[in-house]
């Protein structure tokens, strides 16, 4: 058994510092920030970047803003908020016992992921990491096709796809693997049911009883 994994806001808690970074872009320029609990809500419903920014007149900073946050969400002093989700560590262990645990992301900068990965020590409980940027390619495709590059034999209709986004949920699909949304990311449950995972998950430790751990 393979389990494919994605990494932010299915192995890694990034609520924080997309908080932080968001939070520290609008007063930077003068606009007072939604709370976190009222920023997630309003991520998780799918509205856009756009349409955030505007609940509190912010609307005009998008370019600066989007660009702002590609240039901290990938940087060493920002990711320090991100946090390995509680019990992962084990369940990966639980999950090796049986299989292989392969994590594929779509990180643009590798020497940071690396770092990362090193960082927080999820780094011991993966075999393999697939990791890719290109964005002219759909990102469920990109994701699919580092899976079929890398391991051209492998038995799909036994492995799990995992994440917390419709990329994940249409490459696992793409791939023939099994598919589990999780809600503990970017996408609220109604987008996430639309797409027809196997089943949709609180957390990623709830996977266990899934898949008979």
Do not use: C, N, W, Y
């Given at each position: 058994m393979t389990v494919f994994c994605d990494?932010?806001?299915?192995?890694?808690?990034?609520?924080?510092?997309?908080?932080r970074i968001y939070s520290h872009l609008l007063r930077e320029h003068g606009h007072e920030p939604m709370e976190k609990g009222d920023y997630w809500k309003l991520r998780r419903s799918g509205l856009t970047t756009p349409d955030i920014l505007a609940r509190t007149g912010a609307e005009s900073l998008l370019a600066r803003y989007e660009s702002g946050f590609l240039d901290r969400v990938e940087d060493r002093e920002w990711m320090t908020f991100d946090t390995v989700f509680d019990g992962v560590p084990d369940l990966l262990r639980r999950i090796r016992t049986a299989?292989?645990?392969?994590?594929?992301?779509l990180r643009r900068d590798r020497q940071a992921l690396a770092w990362?990965?090193?960082?927080?020590?999820?780094?011991?409980?993966?075999?393999?990491?697939?990791?890719?940027?290109?964005?002219q390619r759909e990102a469920w495709q990109l994701k699919a096709g580092l899976v079929r590059e890398a391991l051209p034999d492998c038995d799909f209709s036994s492995s799990w796809f995992i994440g917390d986004m419709a990329t994940d949920i249409r490459a696992g699909k793409a791939l023939g693997c099994?598919?589990?949304?999780?809600?503990?990311?970017?996408a609220g449950e109604n987008s996430l049911r639309l797409?027809?995972?196997d089943f949709i998950l609180a957390g990623i430790n709830d996977l266990a009883t899934k898949v008979g751990l």
């Open positions: 990494l932010d806001g299915t192995l890694l808690d990034i609520s924080e510092k997309f908080h299989g292989r645990v392969v994590l594929v992301t990362q990965l090193s960082h927080t020590r999820l780094a011991d409980h993966l075999d393999l990491v697939l990791s890719g940027h290109e964005p099994r598919t589990a949304a999780v809600l503990t990311g970017m797409l027809d995972p």
